[in-house]
């Protein structure tokens, strides 16, 4: 008998301060015209000084936790995905591990960008079918507000902060939580998105936003289809389609060309803005707590990030 991997838990938390976009034009010129007509955003969630990637982590996790129903000290496995650790080291998931108390298990961190938590779902997947852990908690947490260059008007309107996380299970049912994973990078794209190192200099977002558009609208196109072709699926099979939250353009073209309507497609850009490795998970969790995903729907998540990173995961709550 296989193992799987179900998603049996959800959580996310946001920052209290929201930031619209015309509190950003009354700083620096821009307008909320040009910010919602070419990204879909309206608002952002920027974490205050007592919020970090660890606290939001574990506030996330927590929520997801409690909505599986089961205590942390259950849990083999934390895996973090962030690009705006507290710390350069310890990982922030290990600092998440001691929050919750647990006395047992392993954590770490991965880095893919905007792509990670479908990374880090991929990774801890293949721990659960290993067999090496039963329960693993995901979660993707970012503060990119602490490296956006607040001058920037090319990238400082796109992105906010925030954490989601999942439980993953291991169970035998058959057809029943990730069916497939597929991850893909190409790093000689890695100067169109990048942070500069901590070691080198002060952390800095640098993008050339529409090269990455044009990479992002052919690669998850790519990878969507990738993971049709490997289950034996038509877009219109899917009940759900959670993307990574960048931009409601390439969103809507990804669910064009799914053939899906965008009532199914979860879509929390306009409020969120783009919280990278976070986007995934707090959209997953607003569509499970809201009704929207139910029991036994097939979602496809896709993501497209620095490195260039780029992956999707196919699944059946
Ligand atoms: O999550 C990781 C992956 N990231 C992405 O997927 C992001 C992909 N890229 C994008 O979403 C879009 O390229 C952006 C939203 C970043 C930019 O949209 P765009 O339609 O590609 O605009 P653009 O960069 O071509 O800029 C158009 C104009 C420029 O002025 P000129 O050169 O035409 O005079 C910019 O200077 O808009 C100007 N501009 C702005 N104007 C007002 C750039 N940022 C702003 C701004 N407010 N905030």
Redo the contacts with the bound molecule.
């Keep these: 008998m296989s193992l799987r991997a179900r998603l049996t838990g959800f959580g996310s938390y946001l920052p209290k301060q929201v930031v619209t976009n015309a509190d ?1 034009a009354e700083r ?4 909320d015209e ?2 919602r007509t ?2 879909g955003i309206a608002q952002r969630h920027i974490a205050g000084e007592d919020e970090t990637a660890v606290s939001m982590a574990v506030n996330s996790a927590r929520a997801a936790l409690a909505y599986a129903g089961i205590d942390a000290q259950e849990i083999g496995a934390v895996i973090v995905a962030t690009a705006t650790p507290d710390q350069c080291f310890p990982a922030t998931a290990v600092r998440v591990q001691a929050e919750l108390g647990m006395a047992a298990g392993f954590a770490f961190d991965l880095t893919a ?2 792509s990670g938590f479908v990374y880090a779902l991929a990774t801890a997947e293949a721990f659960i079918r290993s067999g090496q852990v039963k329960k693993a908690l995901v979660i993707g947490t970012e503060v990119y507000s602490r490296i956006v260059d607040w001058e920037d ?6 992105f906010g902060d925030g954490a989601g996380a999942v439980v993953l299970e291991a169970t035998e049912e058959e057809g029943l939580g990730i069916l497939s994973t597929h991850l893909h990078s190409d790093g000689s794209h890695g100067d169109i ?1 990048y942070v500069d190192g901590p070691a080198t200099a002060k952390p800095v977002l640098h ?1 050339q ?2 090269e ?2 044009r990479h ?1 609208v052919a690669k998850l196109s790519s990878v969507v289809d990738e993971a049709l072709a490997a289950n034996g699926l038509q877009g219109q099979d899917i009940a759900w389609l959670v993307p ?1 939250q ?2 409601l ?2 969103i809507e073209g990804m669910a064009k060309k799914l053939a899906l309507p965008l009532d199914r497609v979860v879509v929390t850009v306009d409020r969120h803005a ?1 919280t ?1 490795a976070a986007s995934i998970p707090l959209a997953l969790d607003e569509a499970v707590r809201d009704g929207r995903i139910k029991p036994g729907d097939l979602v496809l998540l896709e ?4 490195g260039l990173t780029w992956g999707s995961a196919l699944l059946r709550l």
């Design positions: 950003l620096i010129e821009t307008s040009w910010i070419r990204t960008a905007c008007r090319t990238t400082c309107v796109l998105l993008m936003g529409r990455v558009f992002a990574h960048a931009n353009r390439i783009n990278s993501a497209l990030g620095g």
